[in-house]
């Protein structure tokens, strides 16, 4: 799927993408608060333009990322310059080493690539300490009020459920979520900075209920449920 950079981010200028991303930005700090950042290494995949992985930069990670799309990389080096190092290359096929990061993080990119799983299972290869993942909820109003018969490229996404998540995070990890909260339970028309609408679509919510969920996976002082692949050992504890 091509995305433009710049229709890409028109969308976060609207006033309900603009309410989006706001709470979007306070599920991504109250689901990190758990982790070490200072002199910590994090890796983006489907970094897009940069939009998060700067969010990121500010909370005191050092932040690389990856994404398939020349143009999205190219927006994302004007964004940082020289702060981030920023590649070109799929993330179910990555060439960095093993453990290279501290933590992997997937932002609403398991929804539009071909084969999430082994995008989840390459992700923790490469981070020793665990991975963030944001996903689109299928069983949330805005699918069902906004997106499932519109037709539009949202509308053709893979769009998970909850329970599919853990699933798949599960199958491809051998580790369970450790985290998971979610925001925005209303259908886009209440997505508003005023109001009970703002009080409802702010609120920081149990994983199920809202259009946006964020998960946290911890591998340190966790043991899998699963063997994991020969490349990946059992973290040791502290």
């Known amino acids: 799927m091509v995305w433009d950079p710049d229709r890409y981010e028109e969308w976060f200028s609207t006033p ?121 909820n299928k069983n949330s109003l805005y699918y069902t009020m906004n997106v499932r018969n519109s037709g539009t490229t949202m509308a053709k996404a893979h769009w998970f459920t909850w329970c599919e998540i853990q699933d798949l995070i599960q199958r491809a990890t051998g580790f369970r979520p450790t985290l998971a909260r979610s925001v925005l339970p209303g ?15 702010s609120a920081i919510l149990p994983p199920s209920i809202g259009a946006f969920t964020a998960v946290r996976v911890d591998f340190v002082n966790m043991k899998p449920l699963t063997p994991l692949f020969a490349w990946k050992t059992e973290p040791e504890m502290s």
Request: aromatic share 10%; proline share 3%; net charge negative.
């Open 187 to 201: 259908p886009m028309s209440t997505w508003k900075s005023t109001g009970i609408s703002r009080l409802l679509n």
């Open 16 to 136: 309900e993408g603009s309410f989006a991303l706001e709470q979007e930005a306070r599920l991504l700090q109250n689901v990190l608060a758990g982790w070490p950042r200072r002199k910590r290494k994090l890796l983006e995949i489907g970094c897009g333009t940069g939009l998060f992985l700067e969010m990121l930069y500010q909370m005191g990670l050092d932040v690389t990322g990856i994404d398939s799309s020349p143009e999205m990389i190219m927006a994302a080096r004007k964004r940082f310059g020289n702060r981030a190092e920023l590649h070109l290359g799929h993330g179910e096929h990555m060439g960095f080493s093993d453990n290279e990061f501290d933590y992997a993080f997937i932002w609403s990119v398991l929804e539009f690539t071909e084969d999430p799983e082994a995008m989840l299972a390459e992700a923790a290869r490469v981070a020793e300490k665990g991975m963030l993942i944001g996903f689109l």
